[in-house]
């Protein structure tokens, strides 16, 4: 009897679990179809639809364009956002992390380099080798890219037992850096990869189906191998112990579905570049709608993804026309996925692993402060000298003591030194606060924060004063300091709540930023090499700023060295010791946002100096907060006097900001220094 009324309680479940997924469907399709209607750059009857989609009249121009344009587009992003969605949902099951997705790991990143590299080699005229080498394709590329990246991610995170946190804030880190690598090529290749900027941002525009008849067998394929193997996935959920015991290899089915995972992902980067956030959002709502077992949850996933893509596309194209040029969709969509991350993390609870924990490390020895800092300060000199004297001009390379060149180089070299040692403070608090080596004004939307508001400065009124640029950079910091600490309040400023938060509003900020630039507006643009970290336009009055300014609030900072001692320790015992950790991570946050929004203002955004400096300084065997903090200083002043002296002079007379440079050398390093420890 009681085994009667369960099966009709779970019957009565599953069919309104059915009732409710189909009303869900109806009421979808209903406004789809009706966004379809408003969007037709042409009115067309429904009953039309079916005629212009597969027998259009091609002496009709409205037939043309909306065979060959409008119809192709929206089948591309029901492809896209249905394999986007299914490779995140693969990704969340066979890591166990609800964060993980095609961009939080840095796959779309990586698949991106890859069609980069591939257009810069000149692969159609290798016809001798065309035979052989016949799969040397675009999409090839990207698929190595994308599998790089993975496997870098997992590299940085393998001794953490691939944490959630851990491999968010590694995909973070290794997207920074394959971003200034794009970055770089972009800027010495801007014939070759002329638009890749703008269509990296996830353009769906199409000419023709030729798209669509590339990518549907490729979704198609990869969710064929998918649903074989769904049983296994369905028991790894289940654990790791228990699937090995249950004849489960989990290693190799986890290797063939991330593998799966990137060949989708970098088939969709390659046809229309990175669309953000689908393949995390969809699998949460999939879940939401009571997906549970691993097929529904496949299936539910991929429906989901299509929909929430054509959705957005749709609305897009309402505000940009078919085209679609001025307004990427792929952009789009992290305004919408960025504040559904910021909702699953207000869902998620983090195991006591993943929060702050003071964990005393069995490598770190304590080290002489006074030799290691002398021998920075030898290097600083050194660094002075060439970025001065030591230069490249038409006659070749050249030492110099004219009075006219020393007065142009140095404020770049004063702006370089007060920009790294600024940063590099902001980092040093940011990680002792956080417990996190990985964190940095850059990971936590600090500098995204400052560099949106400039943006958006220029787009509301133009040309802008530098003490206008002061007040919109510092208040755009300051709003994003005080976003993370009233999303994070909840918590009590919890750092796992903080860090995540962090990286949630500076995709959002990023993709603003790409949106703005996606524009057209020519004010916007010659922001772009501002946005790269450059040095190149710095006056007296800049650095004068900066060095005031970070004078001052060092000053400030290092007066409060006892509480980020305190803090290293772990809130227990800081509030033990009768800190008050929650306001003094709150004036402690306020002193890093303005000490990146003063180096943003004056440089652009920069990446890996606040992230590295401080890591360095740790490495060097200096873990009071004092002596990280001088040390991280004068480390950062290097990073940033390298990366501008060889960005002046390396290319010449072309010059590389010396941002990408910083993110292209503590980058590599900082990878380097991860896999180490």
Not at 540 to 568: E, K
Request: proline fraction near 4%.
């Amino acid at each position: 009897m009681t085994l009667s009324i369960s099966v009709l309680k779970t019957n009565s479940a599953n069919c309104a679990y059915l009732l409710k997924s189909v009303l869900f469907m109806l009421i979808v399709t209903a406004i789809i179809t009706g966004l379809i209607s408003v969007s037709l750059p042409y009115p067309l009857p429904f009953s039309q639809w079916s005629e212009v989609l597969l027998s259009p009249d091609l002496d009709s121009y409205q037939h043309v364009i909306l065979h060959y344009s409008f119809f192709p587009r929206l089948a591309m992003a029901i492809l896209c956002g249905a394999g986007l969605a299914m490779a995140g949902c693969v990704m969340q099951t066979v890591l166990r992390n609800p964060l993980a997705s095609p961009t939080t790991l840095g796959v779309a990143s990586g698949a991106q380099l890859g069609i980069a590299v591939a257009l810069l080699l000149p692969l159609a005229d290798w016809s001798a080798l065309h035979s052989i080498l016949f799969w040397l394709t675009p999409q090839s590329f990207a698929f190595i890219g994308g599998l790089l990246a993975t496997g870098l991610v997992f590299l940085l995170t393998v001794r953490k037992g691939f944490a959630p946190l851990q491999m968010v804030l590694s995909g973070m880190v290794v997207t920074l850096f394959l971003g200034a690598l794009n970055m770089v090529l972009i800027l010495f290749n801007e014939q070759q990869l002329t638009g890749l900027f703008i269509w990296g941002a996830g353009a769906l525009d199409q000419n023709d189906w030729l798209g669509v008849q590339h990518l549907l067998p490729q979704i198609l394929l990869a969710l064929v191998v998918l649903m074989l193997i769904q049983r296994p996935l369905s028991i790894i959920q289940l654990g790791e112990d228990i699937a090995s015991s249950m004849g489960v290899k989990v290693g190799v089915l986890r290797i063939s579905a991330l593998i799966v995972a990137v060949f989708v992902t970098s088939s969709i980067v390659s046809e229309v570049g990175i669309i953000g956030f689908i393949g995390l959002v969809a699998p949460a709502l999939a879940k939401l709608l009571g997906a549970r077992r691993m097929v529904s949850q496949l299936i539910i996933s991929t429906l989901v993804g299509a929909v929430l893509l054509l959705l957005t596309d749709l609305v897009v194209m309402q505000f940009t026309g078919i085209a679609g040029d001025l307004l990427p969709t792929g952009a789009v969509t992290a305004l919408i996925g960025a504040p559904c991350l910021l909702w699953l993390l207000s869902k998620q609870s983090w195991s006591s692993s993943q929060k702050f924990e003071a964990t005393p490390d069995p490598y770190f020895v304590d080290k002489a402060f006074v030799p290691v800092f002398i021998l920075s300060i030898t290097v600083l000199v050194i660094l002075l000298c060439l970025s001065l004297f030591i230069g490249q001009s038409q006659l070749g390379w050249q030492f110099s003591w004219s009075a006219t060149v020393l007065d142009l180089r140095l404020p770049r070299v004063i702006v370089a030194v007060f920009a790294g040692a600024s940063l590099a403070l902001a980092g040093s608090i940011i990680q002792r606060i956080t417990g996190n080596p990985m964190s940095s004004p850059e990971v936590i939307g600090i500098s995204s924060g400052a560099a949106f508001s400039l943006v958006l400065g220029v787009l509301i009124f133009g040309s802008i004063s530098r003490a206008e640029q002061l007040l919109l950079g510092g208040a755009g910091a300051l709003s994003v300091m005080f976003l993370v600490w009233w999303l994070s309040r909840k918590s009590q400023l919890s750092p796992t709540r903080m860090l995540l938060t962090g990286v949630a509003l500076s995709a959002f900020l990023d993709s603003l930023i790409r949106i703005s630039l996606a524009s057209g507006n020519e004010q916007v643009k010659a922001l772009l090499a501002w946005l790269s970290g450059s040095t190149y336009l710095v006056a007296w009055s800049d650095s004068l700023v900066l060095v005031l300014g970070t004078i001052v609030l060092a000053a400030g900072l290092f007066l409060c060295h006892r509480w980020l001692d305190l803090m290293a320790m772990g809130n227990i015992t800081a509030s033990a010791l009768g800190v008050n950790t929650y306001r003094v991570r709150q004036w402690l946050m306020l002193l890093a946002s303005l000490l990146t929004a003063l180096a943003v203002i004056v440089v652009g955004p920069l990446s890996f100096v606040g992230l590295l400096a401080p890591h360095m300084a740790k490495s060097l065997g200096q873990y009071t907060a004092r002596h990280q903090m001088l040390l991280a200083c004068v480390i950062g002043s290097n990073i940033m006097l390298l990366a501008d002296w060889l960005g002046r002079n390396i290319w010449f007379p072309w010059q590389v900001p010396a941002g990408l440079l910083a993110s292209l050398i503590g980058g590599g390093y900082f990878i380097y220094l991860l896999r180490k420890q």
